[in-house]
């Protein structure tokens, strides 16, 4: 049963999706099954109440840096590149939603009036205050930066209340990767100066840098625990929370 109660601990949330988080069982491209379930945790939190921009990255299709490299083109290209499958990805996740009866508006950074809005600060924020999702695509629009940064940005400009980060299969931020290294302690909460100075790889220094500059705090959960944002938004602690 969905709380539907007012009091939200976060009322305006900036929601960062990795393009990994809908590879599924795949090692390429994008499988209907973690889509589905995104979507459905957008919807229990939508329906609480609480207004949902979300950030999706690209690497289940195409990653910037790494397969630049391998096709000999520049780093700047394959950036753009990996914008576009950001894009590819917010239409999934837009159309998965609708499936769902829940309004949704794609915002690119890049120009397509074929098959997004261009973004538009004030447009995204009244969309918001009418109840609908927003999804940001082609991260900043400019190469050199990540999607990391695109969240931290859009979050900063709409005023979000928080950003939350969902990763795959890890449940915070911890001291080295938890996957290889059963020895690493998870912080249940830590500042935005001890991811840049410890060098923490669980987002890059820019965007923590401008959380930080905008007090924007953030929360790093697994997105595989059903629930999740709902929890979060009901103020149970999980993940880990930076901040100052």
Known sequence: MVNMDKDLKYKRILLKVSGEALLGEQEFGIDQKPVEMIANEIKIAHDMGAEIAVVVGGGNIFRGMKNSAKLGMDQASGDYV?????????????SALRKLNVSCRVQSAIDMDKIAEPYIRFKAIRHLEKNRVVIFAAGTGNPFFTTDTAAALRASEIDAEV???????VD?????DPRTNPE??????????????????????????LCKQNHIPIIVFDFAAKGSIAKILNGENLGTFVGD
């Not at 990996?82 to 837009?94: E, R, S």
């Not at 950003?163 to 299969?169: D, H, Q, R, T």
């Not at 915070?172 to 080295?176: I, R």
């Not at 690493?184 to 840098?209: F, N, Q, W």
Request: a positive charge.
């Open 172 to 176: 915070g931020v911890y001291s080295d």
């Open 184 to 209: 690493a302690k998870k912080y249940e909460r830590i500042s935005y100066d001890d991811i840049i100075v410890k060098g923490l790889k669980v987002m890059d220094t820019a965007s923590c840098a």
């Open 82 to 94: 990996g914008m576009l499958a950001t894009v590819m990805n917010a239409i999934a996740l837009q």
């Open 163 to 169: 950003m939350l980060m969902a990763k795959n299969g």
